[in-house]
């Protein structure tokens, strides 16, 4: 069996549906279904799953909160452009998306959409997402973009967020007010819908009852979603278990507060990576700053 098909094999998924399934020695794993372009699973070398999906889930949502893109079919990239800083990594599929007739009666615009999805040699997950304005008639666009992601936790109301003390946000549960964060970390205890601004650029996500802390790192993307629906409205969503919000928590690296613009030709670059590392916790020991230089 050649190294690649190790590392990175084509299969049908749910439905029948085209997926990639990267793997690294470690026997990390990710799967990328091409409907969406989106990751589905991302597991350690223990085989825990690390990202949280929903039992009920559909993958069409309303094109003002999520765009057109997730209820598109991305094709693979074949021949993408260079990405030095992923060229050790084996375990990694280019997904391309571009404009189509169908597209132009919503979205006016021609472009070139580019995700590659990694999984480094420890296991870490990267997604890189490049967006290129290819109109010919000389128009700019605007956007707003975000990671969508959904971490898999033991119990919400043991999870604390560090990294985003003291920054302003937007509150969607007060019609977008702006507020600055008062407390030392963000931890759960109701529902939360904030659009933290001008973020670092590593943010830490501790749960304390798995004794895990995902740290995530991001560039191009200075705002991030924190995003948790707790029971009431979980029990209204048909896309979502009754009681699975206790094992989700969305914290999207984000760039929603000032749009990205585009000339003609002109190309935006985005970058997340997620790692999943060991931690212990003890609450007058905790140093989030230790944390959050790591890396």
């Known amino acids: 069996m050649s190294s690649e098909k190790v590392h990175v094999e084509h299969c049908k998924g749910v439905n029948g549906l085209d997926k990639v399934i990267l793997r690294e020695i470690r026997r990390c794993s990710a799967e990328v279904y091409l409907y969406g372009g989106q990751v589905t699973s991302w597991k350690n070398a223990h085989g825990e799953e690390l990202l949280f999906v929903s039992s009920k889930l559909k993958s069409t949502g309303s094109l003002e909160q999520y765009g057109f893109a997730r209820n598109r079919i991305w094709s693979i990239d074949l021949d993408p452009p260079p990405s030095p800083s992923d060229i050790s990594h084996k375990a990694f599929v280019?997904?391309?998306?571009?404009?189509?007739?169908?597209?132009?009666?919503?979205?006016?615009?021609?472009?070139?959409?580019?995700?590659?999805?990694?999984?480094?040699?420890?296991?870490?997950?990267?997604?890189?997402?490049?967006?290129?304005?290819?109109?010919?008639?000389?128009?700019?666009?605007t956007f707003r973009f975000a990671y969508q992601t959904?971490?898999?936790?033991?119990?919400?109301?043991?999870?604390?967020?560090e990294g985003l003390e003291t920054l302003d946000y937007l509150d969607n549960l007060k019609n977008g007010e702006r507020f600055t964060e008062q407390e030392d970390a963000i931890t759960f205890e109701s529902e939360v819908d904030k659009v933290y601004l001008s973020?670092?650029?590593?943010?830490?996500?501790?749960?304390?009852?798995?004794?895990?802390?995902?740290?995530?790192?991001?560039?191009?993307?200075?705002d991030a979603v924190v995003w948790n629906p707790w029971d009431k409205k979980a029990k209204s969503m048909a896309d979502f278990g009754d009681n699975e919000y206790m094992h989700m928590l969305c914290v999207e690296a984000a760039c929603?507060?000032?749009?990205?613009?585009?000339?003609p030709g002109e190309e935006w670059k985005g970058r997340q990576e997620i790692s999943a590392v060991p931690s212990s916790y003890c609450s007058e020991q905790l140093d989030p700053l230790r944390l959050l230089l790591r890396g």
């Open 150 to 161: 959904y971490f898999f936790v033991t119990d919400i109301s043991e999870v604390r967020v």
């Open 256 to 263: 929603v507060e000032e749009p990205i613009t585009l000339k």
């Open 94 to 141: 280019d997904l391309i998306l571009t404009h189509s007739e169908e597209d132009m009666k919503i979205w006016p615009h021609r472009y070139d959409c580019r995700l590659r999805v990694a999984l480094g040699p420890t296991g870490d997950l990267m997604l890189t997402s490049r967006i290129r304005n290819t109109n010919t008639d000389g128009k700019s666009f």
């Open 199 to 222: 973020t670092p650029t590593k943010i830490a996500i501790l749960d304390h009852e798995r004794k895990r802390t995902f740290e995530l790192r991001k560039d191009g993307l200075p």
